[in-house]
């Protein structure tokens, strides 16, 4: 199972979201016409469908369930044959359903890498995972719906730009909490925990 900081998990999903939307102001056009062919585009569904897959894999194996543990390889063999079916006989929309799958597991690991967190503004975190729940759910159900987001969404150079544009701006300050606020957070605890050594250091000391 991925463990990352948040501060960390925060700075990568700024960047890439940021580099993804800044395509989108800087190049509306091409951006469009990119998102359109997205939701047919089997080569990327292959690659999102086989990451997710792997990602999932490797999640239930760190699992230390008792009452599964005899089933463990039985599931990885289903899981892996799910898999690996959904690139040959669920082709229709398999970007889509790759896509749904994989922000499924991003925003488990958003919402794990957030619960220890004390800064309240975890909170951006933890709500866009959710909002991630909903969209994977959604996608997986009816994928022909986020082709008909992204019709609406770039149906315009205008329209595309704009919506980049507040992408891009939250994109940024994810960064800038990934950078400064959730790293902040993470040096207190490490700044005021004191090594068995040093309190032993300590009671010489008072002595």
């Avoid at 089933?71 to 959904?86: Q, R, S, T, Y």
């Avoid at 992204?150 to 205008?158: E, L, M, N, S, V």
């Avoid at 329209?159 to 544009?165: E, H, K, N, Q, V």
């Amino acid at each position: 199972m991925i463990h990352l900081k948040l501060s960390t998990l925060a700075v990568l999903l700024g960047f890439a979201f940021t580099l993804l939307n800044a395509y989108g102001v800087l190049r509306p056009a091409a951006f469009a016409d990119a998102a359109r062919k997205f939701p047919r585009y089997t080569p990327v569904g292959a690659v999102l469908m086989l990451l997710s897959t792997a990602w999932f894999v490797g999640n239930v194996s760190h699992e230390a369930i008792a009452d599964f543990a005899n089933f463990k390889p039985a599931l990885f063999a289903l899981f892996i044959a799910v898999g690996l079916g959904a690139c040959f006989f669920v082709r229709d929309f398999l970007p889509v359903r790759g896509l749904a799958v994989f922000i499924l597991l991003l925003a488990q690991l958003m919402v794990e890498s957030a619960r220890w967190e004390e800064s309240p503004w975890r909170l951006v975190i933890t709500t866009w995972a959710y909002g991630m729940v909903v969209a994977g759910m959604w996608f997986t159900i009816s994928p022909w719906r986020l082709r008909d987001m992204i019709q609406w969404a770039t149906a315009d150079d205008k329209r595309t730009r704009l919506l980049s544009g507040v992408r891009l701006a939250f994109g940024l300050f994810v960064l800038c909490l990934g950078l400064t606020v959730f790293r902040t957070a993470e040096k207190k605890p490490s700044a005021s925990v004191s090594t068995p050594r040093d309190s032993q250091s300590a009671t010489m000391a008072a002595r």
